[in-house]
């Protein structure tokens, strides 16, 4: 267990409630313990494990729950997690990613804690828009949008999410969405032969996850190379992108050294740009699309690039909306932390026990 810490342990008086917040992931399991004061949450600290060396959420939370009580003396008694995959009643998920279940009637039974909901993280991420600042996010496109016009949210990572949230009159109320396994949109000769290699020995049709994700760009890396022409390649950057685990961070790396790698930010990035298009056309989401997860963050320039901004508004019809439309990369990648606890504060009254 790695632990962050946000606030003094002397800074603890004057909070109505203590809850947990949880971000499950493929890769990553993060948990955090938020206080409550003038219905606003402020975390103080996190916790992070690796999701495949888990055999359940239980024992993560066992964990942070002790530290908080040995740490700063406080009991836990609401919580929240997002979870990579279909949720069903807010107390149930199998996460995409993942071997093993999510459960909420387990976790209350087995830590003590008396109410836990289970939602999509994608609907956890857009509960944490409302704890970020200006400096949290980078605008990659301007737009006239405004308050009350509804909003979207897409980001790759181990896989593809996305969420919407709409405006009820006074406040964003985020809908979940499994959008990322829809199908890919084939437009040309290149999108053709991807998607065959991919498909191949399948027998599934190919979704966007499967180009916009972490083994998204170590595949289409891979065809690129695969039909490269001699002296396009470096091969000493081949050799240590082949040989390593996290395949997609050394493409991200090498991308301005190493020819390939910078051809697959291009081609991801336009694939990116297509699908955040569609997106914000089915949820007319004109009131600004944010994109989350990881790879945003650590490739943002990859927003201003003409791939992406020229494949978002290439449209025949209601180009209007996709010019009205702003867009903001989250900086932060504490946003799902904050947007758990949020969510958990609130207690999820759309949730049934």
């Known amino acids: ?86 949720v069903s009643g807010c107390r149930r998920s199998k996460p995409t990613n993942l071997s093993w279940e999510v459960d909420a009637w387990e976790i209350e039974r087995e830590t003590g804690i008396k109410d836990f909901y289970i939602i999509n993280d ?88 499967e180009v916009i994700s972490g083994r998204g760009i170590e595949r289409i890396y891979r065809y690129l190379k695969d039909r490269s022409t001699e002296g396009s390649s470096d091969p000493r950057y081949a050799s240590e992108i082949e040989g390593a685990e996290e395949k997609a961070a050394l493409i991200s790396k090498y991308k301005e050294k190493d020819e390939t790698s910078r051809e697959t930010f291009k081609v991801f990035a336009k694939y990116y740009g297509r699908c955040a298009k569609n997106f914000v056309l089915d949820s007319m989401s004109t009131g600004g699309l944010y994109i989350a997860g990881g790879i945003a963050a650590k490739n943002r320039e990859m927003f201003t690039s003409p791939e992406f901004q020229t494949e978002f508004l290439k449209a025949n019809r209601q180009r209007q909306i996709l010019e009205k439309t702003p867009i903001y990369v989250i900086l932060n990648y504490d946003v799902s932390l904050y947007g758990a606890c949020n969510a958990a504060a609130r207690g999820i009254r759309t949730c049934q026990k």
């Open 122 to 209: 994608f609907q956890i991420i857009a509960y944490g828009i409302e704890s970020l600042s200006e400096e949290d996010l980078l605008l990659a496109k301007a737009g006239s949008g405004g308050w009350g016009e509804t909003r979207s949210i897409i980001g790759a990572g181990t896989g593809l999410g996305k969420a919407i949230l709409a405006f009820d009159g006074k406040n964003y109320s985020p809908l979940s969405s499994e959008g990322g396994h829809g199908d890919l949109t084939i437009h040309d000769r290149f999108d053709l032969e991807l998607a065959a290699e991919i498909r191949a020995g399948r027998g599934t049709p190919v979704s966007y996850e």
């Open 1 to 86: 267990m790695i632990i962050r810490s946000y606030a003094e342990e002397a800074k603890l008086e004057g909070y109505d409630l203590f809850v947990l917040g949880g971000d499950i992931g493929g890769t990553h399991t993060n948990l955090a313990v938020a206080g409550m004061r003038d219905e606003k949450t402020a975390v103080l600290f996190s916790t992070h494990f690796e999701s495949q060396k888990l055999g359940s959420l239980v024992p993560a939370i066992k964990e942070t729950l002790e530290y908080a009580d040995e740490k700063f003396g406080i009991g836990i008694e609401r919580g929240c997690a997002g979870v990579a995959g279909a």
